[in-house]
């Protein structure tokens, strides 16, 4: 038996046959061409039928993994139309009197350095998606089919990494789960691989070996392991522990339609964290009575340019439509800190987790934020739309806000464009700042939603981002505790409701001390609903 440790993406235990995915071998030499116009009308033969391709892989994953995850192929078609990109391929071609080949492979190379050198781990993210892109056309070029894994019975598939358009285009009935060399637990093939939720281990190195290859494998998802040729007491164990987690998970089914109700009689509203529309489909089959945090921000990361009034309106409204009633929390653009888009054109800053972020970037960038707003008020016309907004530290902040949107309202109303005016809207608590001015904030709001992520990050002066401070960062801190305590008497005695949506509010430890603080609402990762209405029913 062969055991190799790596990183998990998403948790389950799968059992089978390793299938390594196969890609059509093709080298790339320099030639010398005398007919360099030819050689350039080639090369965009190819690109056009690569922008062909990648629609049809579009329209595909929109059916089988949702439009936000449909979103790369977007991208990557427009990767093919960049002007730099195919500047550089042309110069090569003119320049160098070469065929278009080496003229796509040396772009590749050089376009997939640049972004992977620097700092920002969105554009870093973009080296693999240029590499994906490239690798499309040259297969043209050279006449070779993309390598597709033929799969006649289910398996585990094996790679050096999968790209998203290697994915998705993979018989899904058919996998059991993904186990990688290399990869990223934020690349979109990590997304895709939980949007599917399939079993999957990333970063397994070099031991992963294609020789492998039609071996009986064990993919721990929960540990991050991978098992090959798993000796008896390996497969008992394993077995057992899928079974239990397939027990564990049909026992939870039996608590949908349930109330989210103690012993005693206390009732506390759960609801669902969500990145993107693709995770609606979580959030109703876990049964939650709605959705706490929407994360507006995808759109803006996943896009190569601000994304319009209009394609924010379609998302807003298919999830306030989705959810038929059920209130819907969007948080306004949350860009800055840790989440860098290149396009909002941000310079680099010595802390950016207390710096240029979030509604700092709305206020003073007001034509950004109304676009939003509009789309957002729009969509509130299709169902239970609340607005929440980020990083708010005074009562000048919320009134200023306040002010955009009567813009906004008057802009619609002027235009003849529906909107509905009673949107309820609140703000996120995840400052000090916003702890002690609570009780005034609480007179603008109509309820609060505490961020505990960047609550405990700011509390204690500890960047959450830095490893290397991970045994003092205590969420548990009683100063922590205190803040969210001391929020929720002031937003109960003016009338407002308060919420958990940061990492805590899925803590089971924290839940029966969260309940007599009076919380009203707790907001999780789809998959931590059912575990946490468990934990609730059972509260004294």
């Known amino acids: 038996m062969v055991t190799i440790s790596g990183k998990s993406v998403f948790g389950g235990v799968s059992i089978g046959k390793i299938l390594f995915y196969k890609r059509n071998d093709k080298v790339i030499k320099r030639t010398h061409v005398d007919d360099v116009e030819a050689e350039w009308k080639r090369f965009q033969e190819a690109k056009d039928t690569a922008v062909s391709q990648l629609k049809t892989l579009y329209d595909k994953a929109l059916e089988g993994v949702g439009e936000a995850n449909a979103m790369i192929f977007e991208i ?94 993979l018989d899904k009935s058919k996998v059991l789960g993904f186990a990688t060399m290399y990869g990223s637990s934020n690349s979109h093939t990590a997304i895709l691989a939980r949007t599917m939720n399939i079993p999957a281990v990333i970063g397994l190195g070099p031991e992963l070996l294609q020789e492998y ?45 349930k109330e989210n109700v103690t012993k005693s009689g206390q009732k506390i509203n759960v609801y669902a964290n969500i990145g993107n529309v693709s ?26 340019d601000f994304p319009t009034e209009e394609q924010q309106f379609a998302v807003y409204k298919k999830v306030a439509e989705t959810m038929a009633g059920k209130k819907v929390i969007i948080r306004t653009l949350d860009i800055g800190a840790d989440k860098q888009v290149d396009y909002f054109g941000l310079e680099k800053e010595e802390n950016p987790a207390l710096g240029y972020r979030a509604i700092r970037i709305c206020l003073t960038r007001p034509e950004i934020f109304k676009t939003q707003l509009r789309a957002l008020y729009r969509a509130a016309v299709y169902g239970n739309i609340s607005i929440m907004f980020p990083m708010i530290i ?24 529906p909107y509905r005016e009673d949107v309820e809207l609140g703000i996120m608590i995840e400052t000090p700042a916003s702890v002690m001015v609570s009780r005034e904030l609480a007179k603008e709001v109509d309820f609060f939603s505490v961020g505990t992520n960047d609550l405990t990050q700011y509390t204690l002066a500890i960047d959450r981002q830095n490893s290397k401070l991970d045994e003092f960062y205590d969420p548990h801190h009683p100063a922590v505790l205190a803040m969210i ?54 509260s004294e």
């Open 76 to 169: 990557h078609q427009m990767m093919l139309e960049d002007l730099d990109y195919l500047e550089s391929i042309e110069n090569i071609i003119r320049t160098q009197e070469v065929n278009a080949e080496y003229a796509v492979a040396t772009t590749a190379d050089n376009f997939s350095a640049m972004f992977a050198a620097m700092d920002d781990a969105y554009m870093q993210g973009r080296a693999a998606d240029v590499k994906d892109v490239s690798e499309r056309v040259l297969d043209i070029l050279c006449g070779v089919d993309t390598g597709l894994v033929e799969m006649t019975e289910p398996c585990i598939i094996a790679a050096d990494d999968l790209a998203p358009s290697e994915t998705v285009q």
């Open 213 to 257: 290859d039609g071996h009986e494998a064990i993919i721990d998802g929960f540990s991050g392991t991978l098992y090959i040729d798993p000796d008896e007491e390996t497969m008992r164990k394993m077995q057992e522990k899928r079974e239990k987690d397939l027990e564990q998970k049909a026992l939870l089914e039996q608590l949908k339609g």
């Open 279 to 304: 995770d609606l489909g979580t959030v109703l089959k876990n049964d939650a009575g709605g959705i706490g945090l929407f994360r507006s921000e995808f759109l803006y990361l996943e896009n190569t």
């Open 394 to 417: 005074s009562v000048g902040e919320v009134r200023r806000i306040k002010e955009i949107i009567a813009e906004v309202k008057e802009e619609l109303k002027s235009e003849g464009i």
């Open 485 to 538: 305590q001391m929020a929720a008497e002031n937003a109960h005695a003016e009338g407002a409701w308060i919420g958990i949506c940061g990492e805590l509010g899925a803590d089971l430890e924290l839940t029966e001390t969260f309940l007599k603080m009076g919380l009203d609402e707790l907001s999780v990762s789809p998959a931590m609903v059912l575990p946490l209405r468990k934990r609730i029913r059972e």
